[in-house]
């Protein structure tokens, strides 16, 4: 159960389109189509934003767009808003009622 | 809506216990699979422990197994965990949370409850 690999930190401009990686292994990204990324702000609970490595939730604008390739996983935020500076996180079903997070990127919108 | 309201949290002694309940409303209780999630102040998410929707199949992280327990009563629409031999590294927000779809595998999060704080310290 060793968690997911993502990046500490990301950027960019408004406007502009940003990548996190997320990186797990067989037993986890690469074993099960159940990849789910999460944008947390500051003092609030995590809200899912992207389930079943690319679809979103009602509501999630199609800025935040997601997919999967082996063992790693992305998520995209194209068109960067004020808003979306935030923590994000990726987890992976392992199996078996089993989730793995990743250790959690910062977006900073410069 | 969906609702999810922890309670029990607090200031404990190390190697204490305390125990975590989740109201839950909203939803056919019964019919959704649930997971504690926590994060220690400043850190990431951690996935602490899932139960399936019927209570048969339960699974916890491995740096809490042998020590917490997760269970749900789907009579009361309650979530619990008992947290038994808690350490300093157990201080954290800890979040209930519910699967995305009916009679699932437990497999992604969508509902958070607004988290409630655990402090191991003497």
């Known amino acids: 159960q060793s968690a997911l690999t993502q990046p500490r930190s990301v950027s960019g401009s408004p406007g502009q389109s940003v990548a996190i990686s997320c990186t797990g292994t067989?037993?986890?990204?690469?074993?099960?189509?159940?990849v789910s990324w999460y944008q947390q702000h500051p003092g609030k609970a995590p809200k899912l934003m992207i389930y079943?490595?690319?679809k979103r939730p009602s509501g999630v604008p199609d800025r935040f767009s997601a997919s999967k390739s082996g063992n790693t996983a992305s998520l995209t935020i194209s068109g960067l808003q004020a808003e979306d500076e935030a923590d994000y996180y990726c987890c992976s079903y392992a199996g078996s009622y089993t989730l793995v997070f990743g250790g959690g990127t910062r977006l900073t919108v410069l | 809506q969906v609702q999810l309201v922890e309670s029990g949290g607090g200031v404990v002694q190390p190697g204490g216990s305390l125990r975590l309940s989740c109201a839950a409303s909203g939803f056919t209780f019964s019919n959704y699979a649930m997971h504690w999630v926590r994060q220690a102040p400043g850190k990431g998410l951690e996935w602490v422990a899932g139960i399936s929707y019927d209570g048969s199949s339960e699974y916890s992280a491995d740096s809490v197994k042998g020590r917490f327990t997760i269970s749900r009563d789907n009579s009361k629409n309650t979530l619990s965990l008992q947290m038994n031999s808690l350490r300093p590294e157990d201080t954290s927000v800890y979040y209930c949370?519910?699967?995305?779809?009916?009679?699932?595998?437990?497999?992604?999060?969508?509902?958070w409850g607004q988290g409630i704080l655990v402090t191991v310290s003497s």
């Open positions: 067989s037993s986890d990204v690469g074993g099960y189509n159940f």
């Open positions: 079943n490595v690319n």
């Open positions: 949370a519910r699967d995305l779809g009916e009679r699932g595998v437990g497999a992604t999060v969508y509902y």
